[in-house]
């Protein structure tokens, strides 16, 4: 079946840092990948998304691409904000067999001042 | 525009009451799911609907039963609560259809469930 991998947090980041948070999936066919965005107390919301291989999807200062041959979609951000802290959930589209969205267990991100 | 609305926020249950979460949302999309979040296990689906009179497990269906009322409304039903079943829920809804690859899901702010 499908699955997503993310990299485990929290990922603390002084403010205007760099910022990279791994994604890598497991996918029947070629499913669409999104990152969603969790703000403290708050539903998910969409970031951003890409739908096929080669795209990038892009969304406040934040970038992923779609990496067929690596089967990955990091998130980047060239300079990270304290309003950024939130947690990051990558998640693949349905395809193949799988019928509904699949979710990776989510990233915290904490930005210090 | 409310988006989804899910009600109530809070919630403290004892071990064995029975409960109704609600939502319902007003952007006519057809797909709504069910969801809880736990600390490291990340979102787990409940049950999802593709379609009003429609209704799926998903992951971690047991202890719930879930109803499409109509097209704007999934509630979450748990018959006899236990503790296991603390988390925070949340339910969301997508235009697309249930296989659509570019299913963009809209979630609700949540639903806080304690059971003691």
């Known amino acids: 079946g499908n699955s997503v991998t993310q990299m485990e947090g929290p990922v603390t980041l002084s403010e205007e840092a760099f910022l990279t948070i791994n994604c890598t999936y497991t996918a029947t066919g070629y499913p669409s990948l999104f990152w969603y965005v969790q703000y403290p107390g708050e539903g998910l919301q969409l970031l951003l998304k890409?739908?096929?291989?080669?795209d990038k999807g892009s969304n406040k200062g934040f970038e992923a691409t779609y990496r067929k041959e690596t089967t990955s979609f990091h998130l980047e951000k060239g300079s990270v904000q304290v309003s950024d802290s939130a947690v990051y959930f990558c998640?693949?589209?349905?395809?193949?067999?799988?019928?509904?969205?699949?979710f990776g267990r989510g990233t915290s991100l904490i930005v210090h001042p | 525009n409310a988006g989804v609305t899910q009600t109530p926020k809070f919630q403290v249950l004892k071990t064995g009451q029975s409960m109704t979460l609600q939502c319902a949302q007003d952007?006519?999309?057809?797909?709504m799911y069910w969801y809880r979040q736990d600390p490291g296990m990340g979102l787990r689906l409940i049950y999802y609907s593709a379609s009003e009179g429609t209704t799926d497990k998903g992951e971690v269906p047991n202890g719930y039963n879930v109803s499409r009322l109509n097209k704007r409304e999934f509630s979450l039903r748990l018959e006899s609560a236990a503790p296991s079943q603390t988390s925070v829920y949340f339910c969301?809804?997508?235009?697309?259809?249930?296989?659509?690859?570019?299913?963009?899901?809209?979630f609700g702010a949540g639903s806080r469930l304690t059971v003691l």
């Open positions: 890409a739908t096929k291989a080669d």
């Open positions: 998640a693949l589209g349905a395809s193949g067999g799988s019928y509904i969205p699949t």
């Open positions: 952007m006519n999309h057809n797909s």
């Open positions: 969301a809804s997508s235009e697309a259809r249930v296989g659509s690859g570019a299913n963009v899901l809209t």
